[in-house]
């Protein structure tokens, strides 16, 4: 089991910055990818961001690209997702997610996921 703890989100003004934390524990050395999820009221959870965490590779959804950044700290296993030029529509429940050692699916499903932080709320004003 891999259990994700996610903090960083709290209030801000539109054009703003947060950076989003999700300390992993647990069998972590069996995960492949960690990601990023969203959630707004009303609506379906989406993909915000990924990243292989052996390769350092990077993915990200058109929405967030060139104003978010996820990256990873090996001896922290901790991911983060830097945002920033912060939109009112980026306001949601921000999800850390990580795969297993067979990971299947593509990087941006939800369903290759097993593993869910409980959340946390970025919410940004006009």
């Known amino acids: 089991q891999v259990q994700l703890v996610e903090s960083g989100g709290g209030l801000v003004q539109a054009g703003g910055s947060l950076r989003l934390s999700c300390a992993a524990s647990g069998r972590t050395f069996s995960t492949y990818t960690r990601a990023w999820f969203r959630q707004a009221p009303g609506k379906g959870r989406e993909f915000v961001a990924a990243i292989i965490w052996s390769a350092g590779n990077t993915y990200y959804a058109d929405s967030v690209k060139g104003r978010f950044t996820i990256s990873g700290d090996n001896a922290k296993n901790t991911v983060y997702l830097q945002m920033n030029s912060l939109k009112p529509d980026d306001t949601a429940v921000y999800y850390c997610?990580?795969?297993?050692?067979?990971?299947?699916?593509?990087?941006?499903?939800?369903?290759?996921?097993?593993?869910w932080g409980q959340g946390t709320q970025v919410t940004v004003s006009s």
């Open positions: 997610a990580a795969d297993g050692q067979r990971p299947s699916g593509s990087i941006y499903s939800l369903q290759r996921y097993p593993y």
